[in-house]
């Protein structure tokens, strides 16, 4: 992290964009910190879109993680054996989806 974000203010500012909710679509962020680390899920709207903001001073944070998840188990066709998580084949509706994550320094 650059020294110029010392400043105990400075935060980050992620703009989530993924998939509507009923795709499955989860973000999880991960603050790790000179001293501990924190995880959250971001509860996302019925877009699949969240805005968060986590601390972001060189001072006190190491780094910042923001994992996108595709959860879903939506198939057009099921083939083979099928569990209540997923198909064991088929074809998934929900694959090449886009997700996105637009973080900002901001104070």
């Known amino acids: ?12 500012r992620l703009a989530i964009d993924l998939q509507d909710t009923h795709r499955g679509s989860a973000a999880v962020i991960t603050v790790r910190k000179k001293r501990g680390t924190s995880t959250s899920f971001v509860r996302l709207d019925r877009r699949g879109d969240a805005t968060r903001t986590v601390p972001f001073s060189s001072r006190n ?23 209540p998580y997923a198909c064991g084949g088929g074809i998934p509706r929900d694959d090449d989806l886009l997700q996105s994550v637009d973080p900002k320094a901001v104070r």
């Open 1 to 12: 992290m650059p020294r110029r974000l010392t400043a105990r203010a400075w935060r980050l």
């Open 61 to 83: 944070v190491r780094a910042v993680e923001v994992t996108l998840v595709n959860t879903s188990v939506r198939y057009r066709a099921c083939w083979g054996y099928n569990t």
